[in-house]
């Protein structure tokens, strides 16, 4: 694989990052009782963890003289309306796993093409997006209990 190619492996991993579902909810959080309000913060540093993993993706790319394609957001996302706390969180899981399997093919990528800088670098940033993954899913089971009690 060439090095190019390997750019737009790492371009294309920040662009999944970047344009998440989670960091449209971050940009749009949706209107919540005063107990949503709890989780809307959580969410979002669960989404400024991610932000500088597309950061320190950026920082390579730059150091490689790569121009930057920063995408934009799905319009898929735009046509979710009057979402239940519970639903949202499903799509953020849904969403973030979407995210991790992307990168792990990446890794696996650049491993096979020599880039381990790159591919040490999105190892680092698996493990913290399936942490991120474990969080999300440790508010739902939250938001459950709430629900149900």
């Given amino acids: 694989m060439a090095l190019q190619d390997n750019e737009t ?43 500088q ?10 150091e490689r003289e790569f121009p930057i394609d920063f995408g934009t957001f799905p319009t898929e996302y735009t046509d979710l309306q009057f979402l239940s706390l ?9 969403s973030q796993q979407k995210v991790c399997n992307g990168i792990s093919d990446a890794v696996t990528s650049l491993s096979a093409a020599g880039d381990e800088e790159g591919a040490a670098l999105l190892r680092a940033i698996e493990v913290r ?6 969080a999300l899913k440790e508010l739902h089971q939250e938001l459950s209990k709430l629900a149900s009690a």
């Fill in 9 to 51: 492996l790492l371009n294309n991993v920040l662009i999944s990052m970047a344009h998440s579902f989670l960091q449209y909810v971050s940009e749009s959080w949706p209107w919540v009782s005063n107990a949503g309000q709890s989780l809307e913060e959580q969410v979002n540093v669960i989404a400024a963890r991610q932000r």
């Fill in 53 to 62: 993993d597309v950061a320190d993706i950026v920082a390579l790319l730059n």
């Fill in 86 to 94: 519970l639903g949202l969180l499903n799509l953020l899981d849904n």
């Fill in 129 to 134: 997006q399936r942490e991120s993954v474990s």
